[in-house]
């Protein structure tokens, strides 16, 4: 925990401050936002192009939730006994009839002789959910009972998103809150079972002999990232219908802590079961222990199996899992559908955002088809690995660098003063300068250094399935030259250095979006020509009305204007 600590405190946090500052301020999502500095718009296409790669598979780990929570309504969970047409003769099960004949044996002596020993929940999970395939190249078939799932959890997402954030707002509090009355309840549980205080001492003591990994720093990163939402463009895009004096400091820094503590309270309460369940086993928590998929899927589904009335924790257990998705789910569709009616900025689509959340929903649904077949769960570890690890790392050092070096980080500071009455303090200050991007550098240079190709238990990728998660990765950071080059070939100017100047400098509309917070260097001038035409407004007041109308930007779901059309 030791590198999720020090990354999130130098590079999480500041970060987590600065973007909530950056749409509070502009009122506008991932896009609209780069008025700062119109040539790194490629940032906001970056951050767009990750949050759908997000959201396709994230809402397919929805699904396989989802799918978990229904089958445990029953009296006996499903992965219980290796009894089942799925299950091969390698098959035991703690819970099976067939280990009391085995007295002489105890389990630890039963793992050591039976080396292809696996467990019910691992067959369930492999052979009967996935059906998995041999390779990734082989999708085979759909597996209809996911395709089914997957349809419901976007079916969801879009009910609660149909009016935007008014409606996710209200759903928020129910799926941000009861998960904590779910972990807490399964803590208690947990600490009471025998061999818990084993998994939680394991679960807190470091292994300093991994410390200078590369990995481990990298993977902290990408944890901080994703809990946080750093770099996805979904912090812009919810900031950007904040009030304009909301402070955003206080929020950044109690929504960081709450969410570092989220993570080690959870932590708690996966190790404590986990403990327990390698102590019925007996052997080390480091044999139970799983990452990813097979931590929420085999692990401690199996754990789940040895407690009373395992059908009851299990459903708790989902459902706090299907709570926490849908809550990522919601502002990474939010991102998206904000950040297409931004650019578009008629009035036509502003009316019919409803059907963009639609349109939006119905490709993310069509794209996760391929994640629910065979080869699906190959094709959903590639996404994690490289469409959304290496290129968060990136897009975040980039947009650091642009807002302090580019736009200024006097100009950003007085900004923010602005914004909030006071600037941000010199720790942040110091961190959006030098420690957050240098941090962020050397983690991606050494990353690259020290890479391996990923596998999924004892499969090994093909090269070429290496090579498209490659392409995924590059697909978001390249938005970011391409779009740079364009914007300085359409700049103003007779040189290259005039284009650039041009191309960088933040554009005339860039500032708050309310006229009453446009003070300071915002202040509209006015010219002489400019005042007699409005002298003369009174004389038409029905089509002075009209054109205020027309340029009046639109108002949030909190009365904050976030600006549809950029007109002012």
């Not at 405190?9 to 973007?19: D, K, Q, T």
């Not at 879009?158 to 309840?185: D, E, N």
């Not at 240098?438 to 090994?460: G, M």
Request: proline share 5%; with cysteine.
């Amino acid at each position: 925990m030791f590198p999720y600590f020090i990354m999130l405190v130098f590079c999480g946090i500041p970060l987590f401050f600065m973007e909530l500052s950056f749409g509070q301020f502009a009122s506008q999502g991932c896009l609209g936002v780069w008025r700062v500095s119109p040539m790194f718009k490629g940032v906001g296409y970056g951050m767009m192009v990750v949050s759908t790669y997000i959201g396709i598979y994230y809402n397919v780990v929805i699904c396989i939730a989802f799918y978990y929570f229904f089958v445990s309504m029953t009296r006996v969970l499903p992965w219980t006994y290796c009894s089942n047409p799925w299950n091969t003769p390698d098959c035991v099960g703690v819970l099976d009839g067939n280990l009391s004949s085995r007295a002489a044996l105890n389990i630890s002596q039963l793992l050591n002789t039976t080396q292809k020993r696996t467990s019910p929940s691992e067959e369930y999970w492999r052979r009967y959910v996935l059906n998995l395939s041999d390779d990734i190249g082989n999708l085979g078939e759909v597996r209809l009972p996911l395709l089914g799932c997957l349809g419901v959890s976007w079916v969801v997402v879009f009910l609660c998103l149909i009016k935007g954030v008014k409606s996710s707002g209200k759903v928020v509090y129910f799926t941000a809150t009861f998960p904590y009355v779910v972990l807490t309840i399964l803590f208690v549980r947990g600490i009471t079972l025998e061999g818990a205080v084993t998994g939680i001492m394991y679960y807190l003591t470091p292994q300093w002999d991994k410390i200078l990994n590369a990995k481990v720093w990298g993977d902290a990163a990408s944890q901080i990232f994703y809990s946080l939402g750093c770099a996805w463009g979904g912090l812009i895009t919810m900031a950007s219908y904040n009030k304009f004096n909301n402070n955003c400091y206080r929020d950044s820094i109690i929504i960081s802590i709450t969410n570092c503590a989220t993570s080690v309270y959870a932590g708690f309460v996966i190790f404590s079961i986990l403990g327990f369940m390698a102590n019925h086993l007996g052997v080390d928590v480091s044999k139970v222990a799983d990452h990813g998929p097979g931590l929420a899927f085999v692990a401690y589904p199996e754990a789940l199996t040895l407690l009373p009335i395992s059908p009851l924790w299990s459903i708790l257990f989902f459902f706090m899992l299907i709570l926490l998705g849908l809550g990522t789910q919601f502002c990474l569709l939010e991102t998206l559908v904000t950040a297409i009616v931004d650019e578009v900025g008629n009035e036509w689509i502003i009316r019919k955002k409803t059907f963009v959340t639609l349109g939006v929903a119905v490709a993310g649904f069509l794209l996760g088809v391929p994640l629910t077949t065979q080869a699906g769960i190959y094709w959903l570890l590639l996404m994690d690995n490289y469409a959304a690890s290496f290129s968060l790392v990136v897009i975040s050092c980039i947009m650091c660098v642009t807002i302090m070096y580019i736009y200024g980080h006097r100009n950003y500071f007085k900004d923010i003063e602005m914004m909030l009455g006071f600037p941000p303090p010199l720790f942040f200050q110091i961190c959006w300068r030098f420690i957050s991007p240098a941090i962020i550098f050397f983690i991606l240079v050494f990353t690259v250094i020290q890479y391996r190709p990923i596998s999924y238990n004892d499969y090994v990728y093909p090269t070429w399935a290496i090579s498209i998660g490659f392409l995924m990765a590059l697909s978001s950071v390249i938005c970011i030259p391409i779009y740079a080059i364009y914007k300085v070939c359409r700049s103003e100017g007779d040189t290259l250095l005039e284009r650039l100047k041009n191309a960088t400098k933040a554009s005339k509309d860039w500032g708050p979006a309310l006229p009453e917070h446009r003070s300071g260097r915002y202040a509209p001038a006015f010219s002489p020509s400019t005042e007699s035409h409005l002298e003369v407004q009174p004389l038409q007041p029905e089509k002075g009305q009209s054109e205020a109308a027309a340029a009046s930007p639109v108002q949030g779901s909190n009365g904050s204007a976030h600006s549809q059309d950029s007109r002012l």
